[in-house]
């Protein structure tokens, strides 16, 4: 006989339900208890994913105009000491008093080199410390260097004092250069970061124009008084400090260092989403490959190729652009001792520097980063001998904008051409030897042009120098540099 067992029913689950105040609910019938809550387990999120989730906020707004001003001051400084070392070294005894030319080239371009010099010191030591101390202490250490610096050159009694208190300022600057964009690039949100680093430099000519006005304002329209206009300069620096100290750590130290509390507080007020510590994953520390394996196999060409187009590039930059003022009166075409001349030709060089940087940014994503980087470069060269070599009024101006339209174009596409070179392991170490590189040649570029000038006697050697790298540099990347438009990052 089989025995057919109890039946076992359960109540099903009724679906009117009611809602308490409290947001809560129970069911309608109260002899019907409530399922069990579900338990959500939410997963590790890293740095990454909550910046790309939080997208763009008004905090991004904030610190790319604070970091932007910054850069701004950052050219502003650099090209300063070309506008103004005339008159200072006239003072010194190193120009001409009459036609501002130099009577001691060595001298004039190691002063011009001394800010270039401080920065490569500031680079190496501030952008190592940041790693290992936090972003946010050596951001507002950088400017303040700075600014203090900037404002004792006004005391400067001689050529070794003046280049001592320029190094020294570089010093400061050097660490805005690597810090600055390291981290604005650590706030924005992934599918927005190549936009606004881009952007990032948009503010570099605005500092070459706003070293124009001031070198105006002080030295033309006061009659020479560049210690005062040192003391100015410091004031806008102390004012990028104050705006700096409004800006937190970067969430992704905090988070490399196991601080996941303040690495969530901090992406709390970026992202402008809740984040807590326990879904925040810590950022992995990746170990930088070493040098020598950039100079083998296949990375070997990538390498040649990186270290010959940032040669180009600084040379024809910091040679050109440090020296311009004389370089314009070595023409003898112009009257340039007339300074309203010379401020109209400056501004249009700075000018001409903004359309070939858009020009740029619009060409890498459509055409390629190598393409257009190779055309600027050898369009470049090209345009530089045009102006090395001009005999006439127009010539001199067509020159001078080509030059500094593709120029300052193929600085917006080396960056993400060279960040694109390398495969992961090696990205920071070969965007390393670039930079090191770039700001050795840097400070050699107006040291190379003072040489060619004092052996030459003239303008002509020394600009057809930068217009031959130019085009070497071009060419290099044109024939041995590969495309990386669309490669996925290895």
């Given at each position: 006989m089989r025995v057919t067992p109890p039946s076992l029913s359960f109540p099903r689950r009724r679906l009117d339900i009611w809602p308490l105040h409290s947001g809560r609910f129970l069911p309608a019938n109260p002899h019907i208890l409530p399922c069990a809550p579900r338990v959500v387990v939410t997963a590790t999120r890293t740095v990454e994913d909550v910046l790309r989730g939080g997208g763009f906020t008004s905090f991004h707004r904030r610190v790319v105009l604070i970091t932007g001003f910054a850069w701004t001051f950052v050219a502003f400084e650099i090209i300063l000491i070309s506008l103004v070392l005339p008159v200072i070294g006239a003072e010194f005894g190193i120009v001409d008093p009459t036609t501002f030319t130099p009577t001691d080239p060595f001298q004039y371009g190691a002063v011009a080199s001394a800010t270039l010099v401080g920065s490569l010191v500031g680079s190496l030591t501030l952008g190592r410390l940041s790693d290992a101390r936090g972003r946010r202490f050596l951001f507002q250490a950088s400017v303040v260097s700075y600014s203090i610096f900037t404002a004792l050159t006004a005391l400067s009694i001689n050529v070794p004092s003046l280049f001592v208190l320029r190094m020294l300022a570089g010093v400061g600057l050097g660490g805005l250069l690597v810090i600055d964009p390291a981290i604005l690039s650590e706030y924005l949100p992934p599918q927005h970061r190549g936009r606004y680093m881009v952007l990032l430099d948009f503010f570099w000519p605005a500092g070459f124009l706003v070293a124009i006005a001031f070198w105006y304002v002080f030295v033309v329209g006061l009659g020479g008084a560049w210690r005062l206009l040192f003391l100015a300069a410091s004031f806008p620096a102390f004012i990028a400090f104050l705006f700096r100290r409004t800006i937190p750590e970067s969430p992704f130290y905090l988070a490399r260092q196991g601080r996941l509390e303040e690495a969530s507080n901090v992406l709390r007020q970026v992202a402008r989403t809740d984040v807590s510590s326990s879904q925040?994953?810590?950022?992995?520390?990746?170990?930088?490959?070493?040098?020598?394996?950039?100079?083998?196999?296949?990375?070997?060409?990538?390498?040649?190729?990186?270290?010959?187009?940032?040669?180009?590039?600084?040379?024809?930059?910091?040679?050109?652009?440090?020296?311009?003022?004389?370089?314009?009166?070595g023409f003898g075409i112009v009257d340039f001792g007339n300074p309203n001349t010379l401020a109209l030709f400056l501004v249009f060089s700075a000018v001409a520097q903004f359309p070939g940087y858009a020009a740029s940014f619009l060409l890498v994503d459509r055409w390629g980063r190598k393409r257009t980087l190779a055309l600027f470069l050898i369009l470049g060269g090209f345009s530089g001998y045009v102006f090395a070599t001009a005999r006439d009024f127009w010539t001199l101006v067509v020159g001078l904008f080509f030059v500094s339209f593709f120029n300052l174009g193929a600085w917006g596409a080396v960056y993400p051409y060279t960040s694109e070179l390398f495969p992961t392991q090696y990205r920071a170490t070969g965007f390393g030897l670039a930079e090191g590189v770039g700001k050795v040649t840097a400070v050699l570029a107006p040291l190379a042009f003072a040489a060619l000038y004092a052996t030459t006697g003239g303008v002509l050697w020394p600009l057809t120098s930068v217009a031959i790298l130019m085009l070497i540099g071009g060419l290099i990347a044109g024939f041995f540099g590969p495309e990386t438009k669309g490669a996925s990052f290895t």
């Open positions: 925040l994953a810590a950022e992995p520390t990746i170990p930088r490959a070493p040098v020598s394996d950039l100079f083998r196999g296949e990375l070997l060409r990538r390498t040649t190729v990186t270290i010959g187009v940032w040669i180009a590039l600084n040379f024809s930059y910091y040679g050109l652009f440090l020296w311009l003022p004389p370089a314009l009166a």
